[in-house]
């Protein structure tokens, strides 16, 4: 039994408080045996370490938690841009043939939902464990020359295009008809408009991460991707509800 206060773990040594727990530490050892000593020192190690695995856990939920909610949001303003070009042409047509579109809806909600759903519950997750594996395979060091990077930025680019697209394209699309009862439909919509969206998907993405990676200062190149990934969310709700 130690005759001084145990100490609270995690608290940096150069702190004052810190520096008091390291004279603690001296006194909780002080009069002990050599083996008495290590089994203390072994304690602390393993208290350190559980605390490291907490801080590192807890910062991974909060990571997918943020992915989440972005994306979530993402997949909605996508949404709202992609039924606002569509009413628009809508309206544009019927006018031309005649008809009167005061009654035409405004939004479809039950579409806004299921965008809002995608996103959260598979799209944000995905990426919430996908971008900061592929951060981690290839990193970039933005202090190097655009020439030193080009490995990892071209690896980051097609493995998101050959990998993480794939399982996204079909899986909105499953999800969508899923949602509405119509899972009959499922292998057809697959089979019939998967390829041409993961088309639009390289065209769009390849020469957008070119342009974030070369020419897109440091600051905004968050917002610049962030807009990037409402346009590919109006892409994949346009798809989704043909």
């Known amino acids: 039994m130690s005759r001084f206060p145990r100490l609270p773990m995690g608290l940096g040594d150069s702190s004052p408080l810190g520096r008091h727990n390291i004279f603690l530490r001296g006194l909780n050892a002080w009069g002990k045996t050599p083996k008495q000593k290590n089994v203390l020192r072994v304690r602390t190690n393993a208290n350190s370490a559980s605390n490291g695995s907490a801080d590192a856990g807890a910062k991974w939920r909060a990571g997918i938690w943020k992915s989440m909610v972005t994306t979530a949001s993402l997949g909605m303003t996508g949404d709202l841009v992609a039924q606002s070009i569509g009413r628009y042409k809508r309206v544009k047509e019927l006018k031309a043939a005649g008809v009167d579109t005061s009654d035409l809806p405004l939004l479809d909600f039950k579409r806004f939902f299921k965008m809002a759903t995608f996103g959260f519950f598979y799209y944000g997750p995905l ?12 990193p970039v060091d ?28 079909p899986v909105v699309f499953a999800w969508t008809l899923i949602l509405e009862k119509q899972t009959q439909r499922i292998p057809e919509k ?8 993961l088309i639009k998907g390289w065209k ?39």
């Open 127 to 138: 990426q919430g464990v996908w971008y900061p594996a592929l951060d981690k395979t290839f």
């Open 190 to 197: 697959i089979r019939k408009d998967t390829w041409p969206t």
């Open 204 to 242: 769009f993405w390849v020469p957008a991460a070119c342009i974030n990676f070369s020419l897109v200062p440091l600051p905004y190149q968050v917002l610049y991707m962030s807009t990037c990934g409402i346009v590919w969310n109006a892409i994949l709700s346009s798809a989704s509800a043909t």
């Open 142 to 169: 933005r202090a190097l020359p655009m020439v030193k990077n080009l490995f990892p930025f071209g690896m980051k680019v097609t493995l998101n295009q050959v990998l993480l697209g794939p399982m996204v394209v």
